[in-house]
Nanobody, 123 residues
């Protein structure tokens, strides 16, 4: 499975961005997808995830109410809509896919990773 993430960029504090991640290859084996981020000097952390079959979602506490994860089954694409962005949201954002029938909030759950897209929030 290959994952291609896009949509990052520079945005002012309080602004919005939408990230996209499209899967290709053995997509029939993908059951959930997630977004992680890694800021300079920090560990990679879970942001949000979604189950492919039933659309069940999971969010980190730090983004609840501001970020929304969604999917388009036909396009095999997952989105992350980020609103009310803060400086602390600045990071490289990665999408990931798991061959498991549920969504989880830790990196070891996921089997495939995209290349990352930079999100920078200016204050």
């Amino acid at each position: 499975v290959q994952l291609q993430a896009s949509g990052g960029g520079l945005v002012q504090r309080g602004g919005s961005l939408r990230l996209s991640c499209t899967a290709s290859g053995r997509t029939f084996s993908v059951y959930s997808m997630g977004w992680f981020r890694q800021a300079p000097g920090k560990e990679r952390e879970f942001v949000a995830g979604i189950s492919w079959n039933d659309g069940h979602t999971l969010y980190a506490d730090s983004v609840k109410g501001r970020f929304t994860v969604s999917r388009d089954n036909a396009k095999i694409t997952v989105y992350l809509l980020m609103n009310s962005l803060k400086a602390e949201d600045t990071a490289v954002y990665y999408c990931a896919a798991a061959e498991h029938g549920a969504v989880a909030g830790y990196a070891a759950w996921y089997d495939y990773w995209g290349q990352g897209t930079q999100v920078t929030v200016s204050s």
